[in-house]
């Protein structure tokens, strides 16, 4: 018979089995604690992320500014990340690599963009906010939702074990003691309380972490009603919770989007859209919305973030790469873009357009004397005006400086194109008021149509640049309609631009005299020289084929200079030839050469070369000199007076002219434009004009000279009036060096003529 076991070894090897149960149960409490400090910390890690998120938004919103500030509160987020990532060590859970390394792309997208708004190169942030922080932001929430699911099941896992081992240790307790029995029990009931209390704090946390998030969280219904609505209604749309509450959504959105609304919470497939709500004061906020499903359909999580600031931002910077800043017409671009769609539809079902180029006359002058200022309040009046001329069809762009663009559509005549922009040439005429001044404007515009015969963009634009050059080379204020001749002068031009520095390299310039004589006795007081081109292929050209080229490409400067040094070099060769003779040469002064600082310099270094003295030469100019107000002109006209050079207005009477003009300069000669010589004869209407210039110049004791005299009527007209020089062909056109050479051997020119005396 077998003996049982003393009471006191039983008691012993019960109290050691209840030990080892009480180390085992606590064990199973200690991963579970464990386990659910991971899921915390892993909790508030995406509590952290949200916080980054919104400061994130914050910073964009404000375009950079405070960049400094939101990147201090991002960097403590990161900290306080960093710390539960350790937490997470301490716990004895090494943290997933996978979620480590999504917290780190995160963070350096995230700082990425912060470094671009500090910039303030807020397109680049919106871009790298777009590519790369809200999908690296998306891949760690699905990373840490993951692990966050793993954690709560381990977390389960380990408070089942361990209650079902205290269930077993209570068993087993029962079995041999009362008092064991209640002490299992008493730990059954601490351990409910912790879960009760974990679980109560999980709650906490979570609606905490919803609550406080700064984007709009709701539960909709497949019907837009919502059943749920976070406390952010109220900076978001103005509206409490409980606005919101049982209310369909689809009374807030903006019509063009309900559809979309109401798709998403239908529940077709859908996980990112774009709608627009009403706030309480009526304003349209939009919202960037995330879908998300909820189980036994009922609805879906909407999670809104405000994205007007950015929508408004986008807007403006869409709004300036197409406009033009100053005046708000369109730019280049823009205007580019509608004139090719309008050039497909033409080609696709027939009509017209036509593109205007409108170049306002002159208007170098309006910056350089009332400053740039005044000069851009004058383009936005101009730009108002063009603007009030055209339908609401019609496109007007400026394309930059003074030029303007204007886009015509369904024109079907190009007669009617030109009576448009006679019609806008029209509405310039009435004076501005700028700068507390009245400016009379007139401008030059080119008409190019577009009929349907397959013009290009390029053509086009061509075409209307050379219209309009044409129309400024006729004087201005008016409108020219292409025609081809102007592409084939404009190719010439081209040609001989290419052409003019080579001319200057190689010599091909020459200098004409034209004599200057006195009308009562026919001797000869000097001569005007004047440049010709002897070019190697098209001959002789006169200055106009090539003089306005060289104003444009800047070849006046050396052009000018090989005038005054080749023009005193003859006049040299003049005296020491006939000695008796107090002849002068006279030179064209361009405006391009006397905005040169070393123009006096090169006057005196010319002289000085040719060893001729300062009296015996004349400087022409023209009227337009005399209106530019700026000191530089006029101190240096002064200094050239100075040197003891003579100072003549050419074709005076087509400009400027004024009588302050003259008195502000120091002028020393008149030379009346041909254009109202041609009225110097008894029977004319406007004889008594020229009588009035004639007065004029002789009340200011300046020298009148005629030019462009073509017969002997004029000339004794002139003599009646007191003039005492002229030229023209009356008495010989521009001569090479050796024929006026041979003209002084006789000593004076005929009535008949300088072709007659020469044979």
């Known amino acids: ?18 030990g080892a149960a009480v180390l085992g149960v606590l064990k199973l409490r200690e991963q579970a604690d464990l386990a659910r400090g991971k899921e915390l910390a892993l909790e508030r890690l995406g509590s952290l992320t949200n916080e980054q998120s919104s400061l994130e938004w914050q910073a964009v919103a404000a375009d950079g500014a405070g960049g400094g500030v939101l990147a201090k509160e991002i960097g403590t987020r990161r900290r306080a990340m960093d710390a539960e990532l350790a937490r997470l060590s301490a716990l004895g859970e090494r943290p997933d690599p996978a979620l480590l390394d999504a917290a780190t792309i995160h963070q350096q997208a995230l700082g990425h963009e912060l470094r671009l708004l500090a910039e303030g190169r807020l397109d680049a942030a919106l871009a790298v906010g777009e590519q790369r922080v809200d999908p690296s932001l998306s891949r760690f929430q699905g990373v840490l939702r993951r692990t966050l699911d793993d954690s709560a099941s381990k ?3 380990a408070s089942f074990r361990a209650t079902a081992a205290t269930g077993v240790l209570v068993a087993l307790a029962a079995l041999f003691s009362i008092l064991l029995l209640r002490a299992f029990q008493g730990a059954r009931r601490s351990l409910a309380d912790a879960d009760e209390r974990a679980l109560r704090q999980s709650e906490r946390w979570f609606r905490e972490l919803v609550q406080n998030a700064s984007e709009l969280i709701l539960v909709v219904k497949p019907d837009t009603t919502v059943t ?40 077709v497939p859908t996980s990112r859209f774009e709608c627009r709500l009403s706030t309480r004061n009526g304003s349209w906020v939009v919202l960037e919305w995330v879908r998300g499903e909820l189980a036994d359909d009922a609805g879906c999580i909407l ?9 408004r931002l986008e807007s403006e910077l869409r709004h300036l790469a197409f406009h033009d800043n100053l005046t708000g017409l369109a730019n280049r671009a823009l205007f580019e873009d509608r004139l090719e769609h309008a050039l497909s539809g033409v080609a696709r079902h027939g009509g017209g357009i036509a593109v205007l180029f409108v170049d306002l006359d002159d208007f170098k002058t309006v910056n350089d004397s009332l400053g740039h200022t005044a000069g851009d309040e004058l383009l936005r009046a101009v730009a108002d005006r063009l603007r009030e001329g055209l339908r609401g069809s019609d496109t007007p762009a400026r394309l930059g400086g003074d030029e303007f663009a204007l886009l015509l559509e369904g024109v079907l005549d190009p007669e009617a194109a030109v009576l448009t922009a006679q019609r806008l040439l029209a509405s310039l005429e009435p004076p501005f008021e700028v700068d507390g001044r009245h400016l009379a404007v007139t401008a030059s515009i080119g008409v190019a149509p577009a009929l349907g015969g397959g013009e290009t963009m390029a053509e086009l634009m061509r075409n209307a640049d050379l219209a309009m050059y044409d129309a400024k080379g006729r004087g201005g204020a008016q409108a020219r309609l292409f025609e081809e001749t102007m592409h084939e002068v404009a190719l010439t031009r081209l040609e001989l631009g290419g052409e003019l520095q080579r001319a200057i390299d190689e010599g091909q310039f020459e200098l004409h005299f034209q004599p200057i004589v006195a009308l009562e006795s026919n001797s000869i007081l000097g001569a005007e020289a004047l440049i010709r ?13 090539f003089l306005p080229l060289a104003e444009e490409t800047g070849l006046i400067g050396p052009m000018g200079r090989w005038v005054l040094e080749e023009s005193t070099r003859a006049l040299r060769r003049w005296q020491d030839a006939y000695p008796e003779l107090p002849l002068y ?9 006397l905005d040169d600082p070393e123009i006096v310099e090169q006057v005196r270094d010319a002289l000085a070369v040719a060893g001729v003295t300062s009296d015996r030469f004349v400087l022409e100019i023209t009227e337009s000199v005399l209106a530019d107000e700026s000191e530089g002109p006029r101190t240096r006209l002064q200094r050239l007076r100075a040197l ?11 400009g400027y002219s004024a009588l302050s003009y003259l008195q502000r300069f120091p002028i020393d000669m008149l030379k009346i434009d041909r254009s109202f010589v041609e009225h110097a004869r008894p029977a004319s209407s406007s004889v008594n004009l ?5 007065q004029l110049g002789q009340s200011l004791h300046l020298d009148i000279i005629a030019e462009g005299i073509e017969d002997a009527e004029q000339a004794r007209t002139l003599v009646g009036m007191g003039v005492r020089a002229g030229q023209g062909f009356h008495f010989a056109k521009p001569l090479e060096e050796e024929r006026f050479t041979a003209m002084l051997a006789r000593g004076a020119v005929r009535d008949r003529g300088l072709t007659e005396i020469l044979r």
């Not at 077998?2 to 109290?15: E, H, I, K, N, T």
């Not at 999670?303 to 929508?311: A, M, P, S």
């Not at 040469?585 to 050469?593: C, D, F, G, H, P």
């Open 1 to 18: 018979m077998r003996r049982s076991l003393p009471g006191w070894l039983a008691a012993l090897a019960v109290l050691a089995l209840a």
């Open 155 to 157: 977390a389960q896992s």
């Open 228 to 267: 749920y609505a976070t406390e952010s209604a109220v900076p978001v749309l103005g509206l409490m919770a409980s606005d919101l509450v049982g209310r369909r959504l689809l009374e807030l959105a903006h019509a063009d989007d309900a559809e979309l609304l109401r798709d998403a919470a239908a529940g």
């Open 303 to 311: 999670t809104g973030r405000d994205i007007t600031d950015r929508k």
């Open 533 to 545: 081109w002897r070019h190697p292929e098209r001959g002789l050209l006169p200055p106009g084929a």
């Open 585 to 593: 040469v006279s030179a064209n002064l361009s405006i391009r050469q």
């Open 644 to 654: 003891g050079v003579r100072l003549a207005v050419d074709d005076f009477g087509t």
């Open 690 to 694: 020229v009588r009035s210039i004639v």
